[in-house]
Structure formats: structure tokens, C-alpha cells
T-cell receptor, first 117, second 110 residues
């Protein structure tokens, strides 16, 4: 069964460093997302991406964050200058929109656990 | 209350018993989805129920949706120790972003 993959599974970085989290969505999906989950808290929406542009972003997704689909398969989240509070599990998700315009299931990757020291 | 609140926050049962988790939300939705998360791991999709559906089944899972009460329930029948996990509902608020609830931590004892 097709699945969303993410690399790396764990990343430790120093505050102020740049990190890039990588995702390979399911191949026929056209809508891509990043969410994050701070330890012990809810899963929070960061950004959605369709047709090579951001379609929606949350207030968490400030100028330090960016997303890119550099080729036909990868979808990346970049944090330019990490802060301690960026420590979280970051999930990528993908879906396709049904013919009637209704969203289908969002499939999540296994996550990247980011620790900022 | 927040969009997507699960109840109870924690539930402990014996293997073989049924587990029921509830989710309430505040605004109209297109779909409601249930996910499972094993400790510190990824989110596994369980069921999607649309706003015009009232009940869906998948194996030992049964999900109901009451749009008049803005609530949903997830029933796991004949639970197993492997069902131990956190369960989240997620609503779409008429956009494609998902709003997750706070989750129910289910512990199934052998």
C-alpha cells in the first residue's frame, strides 16, 4: 500500500541553525500538508500546498518557515533559524481531492522528531 | 470548548471489552476523520465519515456522526492490547486543513 515517507526520522540541531525536513507524498496525491505536534500537545496545522503554491498557512508558519516541492516527488519544510520552541514532531500529509470536490483521507507520514538545543 | 475535543481524556479497559470515545466540535464540517497514534509515533488513519453520513464501519471499528449535536463517537469492539494508543478526531472546518482534538489515551490491559 502506498505511504507517505519522511526523512530524517530524528534530527538534533543547535538553536539558530537551519533544518530541512523532507517528505515524499503518495505519488498520485496533489495536496500536501505539514503539521507539528509539540510533546504532549495537539497536532497543529502549519501549511497546505497545492499547485506549487501555499494555499493556507497558520499563524505558526511565520517567515522562518518555508515549503518547497523541488521536484516531482519531494516536499520539504525548511526552518531558517531554529528556536528552542520549534522542538516537536513534524508530520507531512498528502491527499487528493475527490471528483465532487470533497477532501479524501489525509495520509500522514511517520514524522520527523526535531530537537533544538 | 475547542474545535475537536475528545472525551474521555483517558480510558482503561480489559481485553475483550468495548471502548467508546467521543468527539465534539463547534462549527460545520465536511468530514470528520479518526486517527490513532501509538506513543511517539505517526498518525494512522482509521475512518473518514462525511457530514451526510451517520454511521460507518471498518472491521472492529464503528464511527457515528451526529451533525445536529456536532459530535462523533468511535467504538472499538472486542478490544486487544494492541489497540493501546491515543485516538484523535480531526475535522476540516470546510477547508482542507485538519483541526485535531486533544485525544483519548486508551489503555487495554491483557
Amino acid at each position: 500500500e502506498p505511504e507517505v515517507t519522511q526523512t530524517p526520522s530524528h534530527q538534533v540541531t543547535q538553536m539558530g541553525q537551519e533544518v530541512i525536513l523532507r517528505c515524499v507524498p503518495i505519488s498520485n496525491h496533489l495536496y500536501f500538508y505539514w503539521y507539528r505536534q509539540i510533546l504532549g500537545q495537539k497536532v497543529e496545522f502549519l501549511v497546505s500546498f497545492y499547485n506549487n503554491e501555499i494555499s493556507e498557512k497558520s499563524e505558526i508558519f511565520d517567515d522562518q518557515f518555508s515549503v518547497e516541492r523541488p521536484d516531482g516527488s519531494n516536499f520539504t519544510l525548511k526552518i531558517r533559524s531554529t528556536k528552542l520552541e520549534d522542538s516537536a514532531m513534524y508530520f507531512c500529509a498528502s491527499t487528493f481531492m475527490g471528483l465532487a470536490g470533497f477532501q479524501e483521507t489525509q495520509y500522514f507520514g511517520p514524522g520527523t522528531r526535531l530537537l533544538v538545543l | 470548548s475547542q474545535q475537536g475535543e475528545e472525551d474521555p481524556q483517558a480510558l482503561s479497559i480489559q481485553e475483550g471489552e468495548n471502548a467508546t470515545m467521543n468527539c465534539s466540535y463547534k462549527t460545520s464540517i465536511n468530514n470528520l476523520q479518526w486517527y490513532r497514534q501509538n506513543s511517539g509515533r505517526g498518525l494512522v488513519h482509521l475512518i473518514l465519515i462525511r457530514s451526510n453520513e451517520r454511521e460507518k464501519h471498518s472491521g472492529r471499528l464503528r464511527v457515528t456522526l451526529d451533525t445536529s449535536k456536532k459530535s462523533s463517537s468511535l467504538l472499538i469492539t472486542a478490544s486487544r492490547a494492541a489497540d493501546t494508543a491515543s485516538y484523535f478526531c480531526a475535522t476540516d472546518l470546510n477547508t482542507d486543513k485538519l483541526i485535531f482534538g486533544t485525544g483519548t489515551r486508551l489503555q487495554v490491559f491483557p
